[in-house]
């Protein structure tokens, strides 16, 4: 499975942004989907994670209420909406893809990531 993100970008506070994580190849299986992101010197960072089914979404405690993690099955893509954006939500956002349907927080739980995008929030 290839990810592929997008929709990173510079970004003034207060606003948003979604993000975009098509996947292909091997796409017949049902996989479960994950944002996280890294900052410059920091630890990678769970932010949201769906289920294949999107009946189970979890969110960390800094995405909780800004952003939203939804997924259309039929483009094979996962998207995270980011609002009230922050200049400390500065970092490239990864997403991710475990084989199999149910959602994680764990990192360890993902098979696939994709590149990375830069999101950069001014202040």
């Known amino acids: 499975v290839q ?29 479960a989907g994950g944002w996280f992101r890294q900052a410059p010197g920091k630890e990678r960072e769970f932010l949201a994670t769906i289920s294949w089914s999107a009946d189970t979404i979890y969110y960390s405690n800094r995405a909780k209420g800004r952003f939203i993690i939804t997924r259309d099955n039929t483009k094979n893509t996962v998207y995270l909406q980011m609002n009230s954006l922050k200049p400390e939500d500065t970092a490239v956002y990864f ?3 475990r084989s199999r349907p149910g959602a994680s927080y764990t990192t360890a739980a993902y098979d696939y990531w994709g590149q990375g995008t830069l999101v950069t929030v001014s202040s």
């Open 3 to 31: 990810l592929q993100a997008s929709g990173g970008g510079l970004v003034q506070a207060g606003g948003s942004l979604r993000l975009s994580c098509a996947a292909s190849g091997g796409t017949n299986s049902q996989y």
């Open 95 to 97: 997403c991710a893809a």
